[in-house]
C-alpha cells in the first residue's frame, strides 16, 4: 500500500524511515509531533572531526551477520550502505560517484532494521587509504539525514573551518591573573588561553567603580576593548564555549586572596555569557 505523501514528508523531516513515520501517525496529533532542533555543536563536533563530507542518496544496504559484527551491544546491527554522491561539500580531492561504509544502528520496537534506501544523507567521513570507494564514518553519528537547514549549517561550518583566519583549537587554560587599580572596585583580570597551534587567546576583564565588569576576546597579543563578545553559534564561540570548564582550574591561578577570587568572579562571568554549549546527540 503506497505511503501517503504526508507521511513521507515527516520522515524526511525527522530522519525516520516512512513506514515508521506513518506507524507513529496514529498515536500522535501532528501539532505534537516537534521537528528535532539543529545544534551548532552537533554539526560542529562532525565537520572538524570530518576530512571528507558528502551529500548523497542511498542506494543500497546490507545487514551484516553478527559473525561479522561481534563487538556490538545487544539491539544494534551493522549495516553495509552504498550510497551515490550529489555533492562533495569537504574534501581535498574528488571522490568515486558512489561510496560504501558501514553504519551501526538500533533495532524498531518491533525488531526490524530501519529502511535507509533512497533516503538522502549528509555523511561525515574519513577516506580508507586501501580503497577509493570506501569511506569511514568519524562518528557513529557521522550518517545525518539531510534537510535544507542541516545543509546549509554544514556548509556554513566547513566556511568557517577552513577560513584563513579560523581561530585555533582551545586546548585549555594557561594562567588567570588579576591586577588590582588606583581606585577601589577597579582592576584587571587576563586569562591566557592554550591553543593547538600555539597562537594567542585571551580573555580581558575590565572593571571600573560602580559599573558592571565588561570583558573581551584578543585573539592577538593586541587587545581591542571596543570588541563584541563571540556571536554565538560561530566557530569562534563553539571553541569557546564548548572546551573551557566550568570553573577556573586551581593551577591556573599563582595568586592567592582576594585577587584570585576576583580573577574566579571575572572567569565566571565570561562562561557565564558566552551560554552553554547544547547538543542534541545523534539524528
Known amino acids: ?35 528535532p532542533a539543529l545544534y551548532y555543536a552537533d554539526y560542529a563536533d562532525l565537520v572538524v572531526a570530518a576530512p571528507v563530507i558528502v551529500d548523497a542518496t542511498i542506494r543500497s544496504q546490507l545487514r551484516l551477520k553478527p559473525a561479522d559484527a561481534p563487538d556490538l551491544p545487544p539491539n544494534i546491527v551493522r549495516l553495509y550502505v552504498e ?19 558501514t553504519l551501526d544502528v538500533p533495532l524498531d520496537a518491533h525488531g526490524r532494521v530501519p529502511r535507509y534506501r533512497k533516503a538522502r ?3 561525515f567521513a574519513r577516506s580508507v587509504a586501501s580503497n577509493a570507494g570506501q569511506v ?13 537547514t542541516g545543509d546549509g549549517l554544514t556548509r ?6 577552513l577560513a584563513p583566519d579560523a581561530p585555533p583549537t582551545v586546548t585549555g587554560i594557561g594562567n588567570a591573573v588579576h591586577t588590582r587599580g588606583d581606585l577601589p572596585g577597579s582592576g584587571q583580570t587576563q586569562i591566557f588561553l592554550t591553543t593547538s597551534d600555539s597562537r594567542p587567546i585571551s580573555f580581558d576583564i575590565e572593571r571600573k ?11 592577538s597579543e593586541v587587545v581591542d576593548q571596543s570588541a563584541p563578545p563571540p556571536a554565538r553559534d560561530t566557530l569562534l564561540w563553539y571553541r569557546l564555549a564548548c572546551t573551557l570548564p566550568a570553573t577556573l582550574p586551581d593551577t591556573s591561578v599563582p595568586q592567592s586572596g582576594d585577587d584570585a577570587t ?11 555569557e558566552l551560554g552553554a554549549c547544547e547538543r542534541g546527540g545523534r539524528r
Request: charged share 15%; hydrophobic share 50%.
Open 1 to 35: 500500500m503506497p505511503i501517503p505523501l504526508k507521511f513521507a514528508l515527516a520522515a524526511a523531516l525527522l530522519g525516520l524511515p516512512a513506514t515508521l513515520a506513518a506507524g507513529q501517525q496514529t498515536r500522535a496529533n501532528p501539532t505534537d509531533v516537534a521537528i
Open 83 to 101: 550510497a551515490d554522491v550529489t555533492a562533495l561539500i569537504r574534501g581535498t580531492t574528488a571522490v568515486p560517484p558512489r561510496l560504501g561504509y
Open 121 to 123: 544523507v549528509l555523511l
Open 136 to 148: 569511514q564514518l568519524v562518528r557513529p553519528d557521522g550518517q545525518r539525514s539531510w534537510t535544507p
Open 156 to 161: 556554513r561550518i566547513v566556511r568557517e573551518v
Open 209 to 219: 567603580p560602580d559599573q558592571p565588569p565588561h570583558w573581551v576576546i584578543a585573539l
Open 262 to 272: 576576583i580573577a574566579r568572579e571575572d572567569y565566571a562571568l565570561v562562561v557565564r
